[in-house]
């Protein structure tokens, strides 16, 4: 019934940019907090952003602060992450993610893989 799809990831070299987009389905998306996560190889899982149902609201990990933005679109049911200024240890699986308690989801994407190169 829910569906979290993650698009836009891919291969860029570091320094480059990259989007990611979330199209959320069966559910009512304004009403949920959303954000992303991402596991690199080698490596257990990680938060990276988050925002408030109302998008008035964000939350960055250290590692991605001043880099990453994430915002969202609940007209079109999307919730984004832009990612400038990338580098090689940014490389990791993103997943999408809605209804967010500390570490706790509600629902999970597939995700999508973003490779950076050096």
């Known amino acids: 019934q829910v569906q979290l799809v993650e698009s836009g990831g891919g291969l860029v070299q570091a320094g480059g940019s990259l989007r990611l987009s979330c199209a959320a389905s069966g559910l009512t998306f304004s009403r949920y907090d959303m954000g992303w996560f991402r596991q690199a190889p080698g490596k257990e899982r990680e938060f990276v952003a988050t925002?408030?149902?109302?998008?008035?609201?964000?939350y960055y990990a250290d590692s991605v602060k001043g880099r990453f933005t994430v915002s969202r679109d609940n007209a079109k049911n999307t919730v984004y992450l832009q990612m400038s200024s990338l580098k090689p240890e940014d490389t990791a699986v993103y997943y999408c993610?809605?209804?967010?308690?500390?570490?706790?989801?509600?629902?999970w994407g597939k995700g999508t893989l973003v490779t950076v190169s050096s």
């Open positions: 925002i408030n149902w109302s998008g008035g609201s964000t």
């Open positions: 993610a809605a209804g967010l308690k500390g570490l706790s989801v509600d629902y």
